[in-house]
């Protein structure tokens, strides 16, 4: 299956080869597994050199890093599509959260291991990048959606949003119906609750 990035990387060389990589990285977990994918394979697959490599990704967690901030610009470019603007707020947010989750969907399993990668005990040098990027892609979410909320109920919206994504994620990886439908009734079911207790939602305005 082709992985390659359709979500906004420009066409010049350093950024095909860089794609090139984490795609070869990606099929191969998807063969095997995250755990096995060894970046001199990855290089001898492409037929370039560690040290290409190593240009682009200083070790084999940035591959990781660099996935999900792919699925991160899948979730901006829904914001872009026809009509987009007129929906409700939380559908809205709900749309950018599962344009995220489709574009993971391909490789759900390799997801599956690159987090548990980044869980794995005594990596405390992985788990606190995790933990950030956790925060980064909710912000992209909310700006994807509008939401325009202040202090102190803007710290209080992004918590339950933070909540209801992973909840949603977490459910996500495990879920084998259809389309991943149990979760998309999940995630809709979730931020409904929050036109209740944050009612502030349906101020959220797009520019």
């Keep these: 299956m082709n992985t390659t990035d359709t979500t906004g990387t420009t066409d010049d060389g350093a950024d095909q080869l860089r794609d090139r990589i984490l795609d070869c990285a990606v099929e191969l977990a998807e063969a095997g597994s995250w755990e096995s994918v060894r970046l001199r394979q990855v290089a001898e697959q492409l037929g370039i050199d560690l040290t290409d490599i190593h240009g682009y990704f200083g070790e084999k967690d940035q591959l990781i890093d ?25 559908a809205r947010l709900e749309t950018v959260i599962l344009a995220w989750l489709d574009y993971l969907a391909p490789h759900r399993k390799v997801a599956r291991q690159m987090i548990g990668a980044k869980a794995e005990f005594g990596h405390v040098h992985m788990q606190v990048p995790a933990l950030m990027r956790i925060s980064r892609t909710v912000q992209w979410f909310r700006e994807a959606a509008g ?58 305005t797009a520019d």
């Design 66 to 90: 660099a996935w999900f901030d792919r699925a991160d610009r899948a979730a901006l470019l829904a914001s872009r599509t026809p009509g987009f603007d007129t929906l409700p707020p939380v």
């Design 147 to 204: 939401c325009s909320d202040s202090l102190p109920l803007r710290a209080i919206a992004e918590s339950a949003h933070t909540g209801i994504y992973l909840l949603t994620f977490t459910h996500w990886m495990f879920d084998d119906s259809p389309g991943a439908e149990r979760t998309r009734r999940l995630l809709h079911r979730l931020l409904g609750t929050t036109t209740c207790v944050l009612p502030w939602d349906k101020q959220v």
